[in-house]
């Protein structure tokens, strides 16, 4: 088996570039619309990350907007479920980068959802893969 920070390094680069997508979605919760309950940008952040996990080779499923789901295994048996969610509060004021942009800096990245809860998304995506 191959060690662990081996495998992270070789998919460092990759893995950054799938964030950098995925936080240049300001995905704030806005007006309900058909087939976008949160509102566009929120339903463009899910269809993002499930096309993203498709091109993985996940079953991925899309609840109407509401919510996804990316397996790993088959149904009808009882999965581990690891929660994540895809929007964002508003960004305000005091950012000194943009923030639906994602930047690093002294070996930190940084726009919003990178902590919360975008970052922990991909983390938990690229473990099952």
């Not at 499923?61 to 295994?73: E, I, K, L, P, S």
């Not at 930047?103 to 473990?127: C, E, F, M, S, W």
């Amino acid at each position: 088996m191959q060690d662990l920070s081996i495998i992270i390094d070789e998919l460092r680069e990759e893995m950054i570039q799938t964030l950098k997508g995925w936080i240049q979605v300001p995905s704030v919760k806005t007006a309900p619309e058909p087939g976008a309950p949160y509102g566009r940008e929120v339903r463009r952040a899910l269809d993002l990350v499930l096309s993203d996990a498709a091109a993985m080779g996940f079953e991925t499923r899309n609840f109407d907007g509401y919510a996804g789901d990316v397996r790993m295994g088959p149904l009808g048996v009882d999965p581990l479920a690891i929660l994540v969610h895809l929007d964002v509060v508003p960004a305000g004021d005091g950012w000194t980068v943009e923030p639906f942009a994602l930047t690093q800096k002294d070996g930190n990245l940084i726009g919003r959802g990178v902590l919360d809860d975008k970052g922990p998304a991909l983390a938990a995506l690229y473990a099952m893969r």
